[in-house]
């Protein structure tokens, strides 16, 4: 048990489709993140949520679509992605920025590719 | 911006053996926060030591030390007595200290493959 539950692990799906991933913690944290990992590339920030509210997006393209409905679940919506999309997706959380000593609770990821 | 660097994209070491990884960074401030994370082949990114830049003593967490030069903003990482467990990549990550919730990202170098070898 990790603490952040990403589902689905894996997902593969095509460049019409729309999906979601979803990450969920229960850690009492305030703040969660979505992060992109490509191969050889260091971790991308996405978008950053404090208390519900979206303070970040990071110039992510609008075929990514977040939502957070509460402090302890977050959403990543998919839709007429590109094969260049295809990456491991992870999600973390944090105490947010009264805890700044602290690092993230990251989940295991889901791995998307898109054809 | 910050920026992270790591400029080993692969590293290998004898089981038992001790093995350093190297991070650098580059920040205008003052107070910020360092940190080592792992990632498995499991994916799962887990914490394995932090710094805090305001503190002179090298943090050490068990077999695991680092060596902060904050003037040389430098912070590598020691892993003594290596593993096969400890085979991973490792990932260097600067996290600012302002109280701005735009200023709690944490910005993460490319990575540094380590293989264990028995």
């Known amino acids: 048990e990790t603490g952040v539950t990403q589902t689905p692990r894996h997902l593969v799906m095509g460049m019409t489709n729309k999906k979601s991933l979803k990450c969920e913690q229960h850690?009492?944290?305030?703040?969660m993140y979505w992060y992109k990992q490509s191969a050889k590339k260091p971790l991308e920030l996405m978008f950053v949520?404090?208390?519900?509210?979206?303070?970040e997006n990071n110039s992510v393209p609008s075929r990514f679509s977040p939502e957070c409905p509460n402090s302890s679940h977050l959403f990543l919506h998919l839709h007429t992605l590109q094969p260049e999309d295809s990456a491991l997706y992870l999600c973390?959380?944090?105490?947010?920025?009264?805890?700044?000593?602290?690092?993230?609770?990251f989940g295991s990821g889901t791995r998307l590719t898109v054809v | 911006a910050q920026t992270v660097t790591q400029s080993q994209p692969e590293m290998s070491v004898q089981e038992a053996e001790t093995v350093t990884l190297s991070c650098t960074y580059d920040?205008?401030?003052?107070?910020?926060?360092l940190f080592w994370y792992k990632q498995p082949p499991s994916r799962q990114m887990i914490l394995v030591i932090r710094?805090?830049?305001?503190?002179?003593q090298n943090a050490t967490e068990n077999r695991f030390s680092v060596n902060f030069q904050k003037a040389a903003k430098s912070f590598s990482l020691k892993i003594s007595d290596s593993q096969l467990g400890d085979a991973a990549m490792y990932f260097c990550?600067?996290?600012?200290?302002?109280?701005?919730?735009?200023?709690?990202?944490?910005?993460f170098g490319e990575g540094t493959q380590l293989t264990v070898n028995p």
């Open positions: 990550a600067y996290r600012s200290a302002p109280m701005e919730t735009s200023g709690s990202r944490l910005t």
């Open positions: 920040t205008s401030e003052s107070d910020y926060y």
């Open positions: 850690l009492g944290h305030n703040a």
């Open positions: 973390a959380s944090s105490q947010g920025p009264g805890a700044l000593s602290y690092g993230y609770t």
């Open positions: 710094q805090e830049a305001y503190k002179q």
């Open positions: 949520y404090n208390f519900k509210e979206q303070t």
